[in-house]
Structure formats: C-alpha cells, structure tokens
C-alpha cells in the first residue's frame, strides 16, 4: 500500500511560481513511477506530468511543457512539481498519483494510488 500526502498548493498571481510537493510512504518509493494529475473544475481529471522510478525519464502534457518540471528526491521519498509562469488555466486540484510497481509510466489508466490533492489558484 502506497499512502501520498501533498502540500505547497495556494494562490499566486499571474506569472508566478509554485512548487508542489507529494511525500510518499513505504519502501518502493524508489522502485516506483510518480505522476502528477490535475482537476479543474466541471473538468476531467488530466495528466500534467510522470517521472520514472529513477528520475531518468520524465513527460509532459503540451499545456505545461516548458513550464512545470518534474522532480523527486528517493532518499526522501518524495516527488515534487516545480511550476513556473502559470497562467489562470493552470488553477485547479493538483493530485500526486502512483501506479503499481512494473506499469508502463505513461500508461495514465494505471495510476491507482492517490493523494488528497492541493488546491492552486492562479489569478489573472
């Protein structure tokens, strides 16, 4: 079982910057692909971004590309989304996800653990 706590959502203006952080608990943290998801309201859940287990391979959805980095720290077991020059479509519920151990990272259905999520509001 894989439990996912995410923290550092909030309200920024225009152009600024947030970064979001998932601590995960157990041991195959290291072992395992992270993702971060985001709903916005009256929207479907959407990929914004996956990392692999070791950090060597990361994808971006379009939207973000450019903008948001993934990242994750395994000696602290956690994952973190570093957002830059966001924009008012960028405001919704940002969740840290992770699916089982040995699924393919980019296949999204996977992804069966999840956080809370933490708000982030992006002002105009």
């Known amino acids: 079982q894989v439990q996912l706590v995410e923290s550092g959502g909030g309200l920024v203006q225009a152009g600024g910057s947030l970064r979001l952080s998932c601590a995960a608990s157990?041991?195959?943290?290291?072992?395992?692909?992270m993702g971060w998801f985001r709903q916005a309201p009256g929207k479907e859940r959407e990929f914004v971004a996956v990392?692999?287990?070791?950090?060597?391979?990361?994808y971006y959805s379009d939207s973000v590309k450019g903008r948001f980095t993934i990242s994750r720290d395994n000696t602290k077991n956690t994952v973190y989304l570093q957002m830059n020059s966001l924009k008012p479509e960028d405001t919704a519920v940002y969740y840290c996800?992770?699916?089982?151990?040995?699924?393919?990272?980019?296949?999204?259905?996977?992804?069966?653990?999840w956080g809370q999520g933490t708000q982030v509001t992006v002002s105009s």
């Open positions: 157990g041991r195959t943290f290291s072992s395992r692909n």
């Open positions: 990392i692999s287990a070791y950090g060597a391979t990361t």
């Open positions: 996800a992770a699916p089982p151990l040995n699924s393919r990272l980019t296949d999204f259905s996977a992804y069966s653990y």
